[in-house]
Structure formats: C-alpha cells, structure tokens
C-alpha cells in the first residue's frame, strides 16, 4: 500500500464543528480522556472526508491508521451528531415564511444504493422488491425535501422503500399534512410536480392534459406554464445536496440509514450556506 498527500475542500470551521459536536457527545458518554483511536478533530476530519469524496472505508482507515471497525464506528457516531442537528418540517416552514418567502418547492428523489432481497406485497397482492423503484429501474432509497424558490433545501425526510411512489411517502411521513397547514395557517403554499396531484389543497401541481386528447385552456396553460417557471429553479436542491456530497451518489449502507445520511448532508450544507439557527 502506497502513501500519499491529499486534501478535502471543506472549511476548517467545518471540522471544527463537528468536533465540537463530537465532544458533546463523548462527554455525555462518560468517555475517559486519552481512551479513543482519534481526537475530536481527526475523526470530524474522516468523517467529512468520507461524506465529500465517498471514499472506500478500508483505504480511509488505513489512511488514518486506524482499524476499518473502528472507522465504520466513527464514521457512523458523526452521521448520529449531525442527523441530530435536523428540525422538524413545521420548524422549517415557519422559518421560510418568517425570511418573506412566498412558496416552497417540494419534490421527492431515489437515492441509488446495492441491491436487497426484502420484499413486500405491492397493491396487487403480488410480491414485489420492497427497495426496487419500477420508475427508475433501480434499487434505492425514496426521500421527500421541501425547498426554499431559490434552490436550498430546508428539510429531507426519513428514507421510504423505492417502490413507494412521491405522494404515498409524502402522506405517510405527514409531509402533505404539514404543507397544507402552512398554506392555510401561514400562507405558504408549496410547489410540486404532477406526481403529488390530489396531496391537498396547499400543494400545487400543474393540470394534466384532457384525457379526451384535447388541448387545455388557455387559463390553464398559462397556470401551468407559471408554476413550471416558478418551480424549475427549487427543484435544484436535491442536486446541491448530491453535488457538494458524493457519498449520496451511491450508498452500500442499509437504505434505512439513507434518511440519516441525507439529513446530516442538509445540516452540513446549512453551515456552508449561513443557515443555521442563530443559537447554534
């Protein structure tokens, strides 16, 4: 094995922020001083490094000369700090209408990870790959955002099994509920492809050609037309979070974690972008 220099484009501020959170965490543990593999900061440095360049666990850990159990250990004690960090959608909504924003965006994505062998029974009563979405063609994990007109996300959900489709995941995690009150209780109407049609009267999805083969309306091109300029541009923060952190390109951890890694993805994005809470 070959040793060589390498560098990871995140802000030292970065690292020094998940030490500190880190630290919290051991100190709340009870954890002896001079007891672990690595400091605070080398481990927030593996972890960051693991998240920004999707690098193999077993080459991270001789990178950083410890053990590959031990890596998967820290590796997974940063996503536990980070993931913490998440608030709650009504939390996120009432933020974006208190910075002025007139609407959300919310979309719903598959993110890829290894084939599995757990099945379930689809609405036919057939028995179906419970990760395998037949939109798609691929095994993966299905996650809700909700996101700000500009692009930035503001809030993922918890991973959903790929053969659900956007609506059934966004009802079943409360998303719908949560967007219909805002719309009615804080004026915020949220923006979404046709694929949530039906989901409420707080999401708006673009009007579907007649099934007779007939044109549409003017007044409902024109409707249609506005929301696609409206929504085009929130429908890019699936690709902030994707492009910034290539380790949800592709996962091999169980698709159930997916929800977690996306979160702390979103958390860690928030510090690069200033969007922190203000008390933390």
Same mark, same amino acid.
């Given at each position: 094995?070959?040793?060589?220099?390498?560098?990871?484009?995140? +802000?030292?501020?970065?690292?020094?922020?998940?030490?500190?959170?880190?630290?919290?965490?051991?100190?709340?543990?009870?954890?002896?001083?001079?007891?672990?593999?690595?400091?605070?900061?080398?481990?927030?440095?593996? %972890?960051?490094?693991?998240?920004?360049?999707?690098?193999?666990?077993?080459?991270?850990?001789?990178?950083?000369? $410890?053990?590959?159990?031990?890596?998967?250990?820290?590796?997974?004690?940063? $996503?536990?700090?980070?993931?913490?960090?998440?608030?709650?959608?009504?939390?996120?909504?009432?933020?974006?209408?208190?910075?002025?924003?007139?609407?959300?965006?919310?979309? *719903?994505?598959?993110?890829?990870?290894? =084939?599995?062998?757990?099945?379930?029974?689809?609405?036919?009563?057939?028995? $179906?790959?419970?990760?395998?979405? *037949?939109?798609?063609?691929?095994? *993966?994990?299905?996650?809700?955002?909700?996101?700000? +007109?500009?692009?930035?996300?503001? !809030?993922?959900?918890?991973?959903? +099994?790929?053969?659900?489709?956007?609506?059934?995941?966004?009802?079943?995690?409360?998303?719908?509920?949560?967007?219909? !009150?805002?719309?009615?209780?804080?004026?915020? +109407?949220?923006?979404?492809?046709?694929?949530?049609?039906?989901?409420?009267?707080?999401?708006?999805?673009?009007?579907?050609?007649?099934?007779?083969?007939?044109?549409?309306?003017?007044?409902?091109?024109?409707?249609?037309?506005?929301?696609?300029?409206?929504?085009?541009? *929130?429908? =890019?923060?699936?690709? $902030?979070? %994707?492009?910034? !952190?290539?380790?949800?390109?592709?996962?091999?951890?169980?698709?159930?974690?997916?929800?977690?890694?996306?979160?702390?993805?979103?958390?860690?994005?928030?510090?690069?972008?200033?969007?922190?809470?203000?008390? =933390?």
């Amino acid at each position: 094995m070959i040793a060589y220099r390498a560098t990871v484009d995140v +802000p030292r501020e970065l690292v020094q922020y998940l030490a500190r959170l880190l630290y919290v965490q051991r100190r709340a543990r009870g954890t002896r001083r001079d007891t672990r593999a690595m400091t605070c900061f080398h481990q927030a440095l593996m %972890v960051l490094v693991w998240f920004r360049k999707a690098e193999d666990m077993t080459l991270l850990a001789a990178g950083f000369g $410890i053990s590959r159990a031990t890596a998967y250990r820290y590796r997974d004690e940063g $996503i536990t700090v980070l993931a913490a960090q998440a608030t709650d959608p009504h939390t996120a909504l009432h933020r974006a209408a208190a910075d002025g924003w007139s609407h959300v965006i919310l979309d *719903g994505k598959l993110f890829d990870c290894d =084939r599995l062998t757990e099945t379930t029974l689809s609405v036919k009563g057939e028995t $179906i790959d419970a990760w395998y979405s *037949g939109k798609h063609r691929d095994f *993966g994990a299905n996650i809700q955002a909700v996101m700000r +007109p500009g692009g930035l996300p503001i !809030w993922t959900s918890a991973a959903m +099994p790929g053969h659900l489709h956007d609506t059934s995941c966004a009802r079943e995690l409360g998303i719908t509920a949560a967007l219909n !009150w805002s719309a009615a209780d804080l004026d915020l +109407p949220a923006l979404a492809d046709s694929g949530y049609e039906s989901a409420g009267h707080g999401i708006k999805t673009p009007i579907k050609q007649p099934t007779d083969g007939s044109r549409l309306a003017p007044h409902n091109r024109a409707y249609n037309r506005l929301l696609r300029g409206l929504r085009w541009q *929130g429908e =890019r923060g699936f690709a $902030i979070l %994707v492009g910034r !952190w290539k380790t949800l390109r592709h996962t091999t951890v169980s698709p159930r974690r997916i929800g977690d890694i996306a979160a702390t993805a979103l958390h860690l994005t928030h510090f690069e972008y200033e969007y922190l809470p203000k008390s =933390r």
